[in-house]
């Protein structure tokens, strides 16, 4: 069974950057998109970015332009670069990886494989 594994979170203060990483157990990606939500206590899951097989990218208008997201084909990874962090970036993170290849979606139910989640707090 596949497993995404994600690291990276932790405790910041306002303005301050993390970087999340998700790591795929087995298969490659490469031909599937893989996309970043969060969820925040009392609140459904949102999209935060996306980046697909030919590594276009899409971003919620939330983090445009603070967040950065990125892929390692070769590591099976995908990365999200976080800087200028908000408290209202506080939130569970998730990775995920498309249900079906060369398809680029905002929506949770797009995807079929998720990490467990990496808590990220940002404090004001």
């Known amino acids: 069974q596949v497993q995404l594994v994600e690291s990276g979170g932790g405790l910041v203060q306002a303005g301050g950057s993390l970087r999340l990483s998700c790591a795929a157990s087995?298969?490659?990606?490469?031909?599937?998109?893989m996309g970043w939500f969060r969820q925040a206590p009392g609140k459904e899951r949102e999209f935060v970015a996306v980046i697909n097989w030919s590594t276009s990218f899409y971003y919620a208008d939330s983090v445009k332009g603070r967040f950065t997201i990125s892929r390692d084909n070769a590591r099976n990874t995908v990365y999200l670069q976080m800087s200028n962090l908000k408290p209202e970036d506080t939130a569970v993170y998730y990775c995920a990886v498309a249900k079906y290849a060369y398809e680029s979606r905002s929506y949770p139910d797009a995807y079929d494989t998720w990490g467990q989640g990496t808590q990220v707090t940002v404090s004001s």
């Open positions: 087995q298969r490659s990606f490469s031909t599937r998109a």
